[in-house]
């Protein structure tokens, strides 16, 4: 239930990232200027984690969406459910380390 | 298990909710590739601290990454608006409002595509850039 939670929540957020990326993208049709300022709001501090929020939204839903089409293709998996469950999350957390380091370890002052 | 899981993750008997079905899960497959990619590159590897009109211009110099990113817009845009879709189908009850909503999302979701589809075929950079 909280997967499925989570599936819905890392989606729609994402969908309101990507409207937002469209947008600011179609600012290099106006020129360097307007794409170089709108792209101001990638540098500020308090972005960082947020940029961060969204990596590890997508990563959660689409490593969610492999579990759901494991169980949908593979009904027998549903026996091994809790074991598949928790690969998948130790998997998650290994992959969000690195890049937790990557994305934040300047913000933090890590390198 | 994937029905108490999730409502929605029941395969449909027929019809359009079957090929949405088996769409979603097809640009799914399609965008593990790409969006990591997209994610690894665009947003690990090279920090957006040094991402400006420059690199975008060397970037989209050929067709190759614009045709990425193409693929990109159209299976993210299409996944998250049929997901967005169901969504509404299980909070909005009444029948006209759900309607108005559905309508709603492809409107807005054909300005987006519109736009997005804009830029990545018509953006010309400067020579020099």
Redesign the interface.
Known sequence: ?L??VL??IT??A??LF??AH??E??M??L??DA??RT?EL??QPWFKPL?FL??AA??YH?GN??M??I??FW?AA?RV?RRIFWIGAGAYVLVLLP?AY??LG?VVGLR | ??AR??PR?V?PAGGLPLVLWFYM?LS??A??GL??GH?YIM???T???V????F?AQRFRGPFWRAYDLLI?VF??SH??I??RG?LDDYVHHRGWRVAAEIALWIVGAA?AG??A??LF??QF?PG?
């Open positions: 239930m997967a499925w599936h819905r989606g729609v994402v969908l990507l409207f469209i947008v993208t179609s290099l049709g020129g360097p794409y170089n792209l990638y540098r940029e969204l990596v997508v990563l689409a969406g492999i759901v089409m169980l949908d009904p549903t459910y890049v990557l994305m300047k | 298990m994937s899981w999730h993750a395969r899960r799914a497959v965008m593990l969006v990591v994610l947003h690990v590897v920090s957006t601290d991402i400006d009109f420059q975008v817009l993210a845009l998250g608006l997901g967005l969504i987006f736009l997005g804009l830029v018509t953006v400067p850039t």
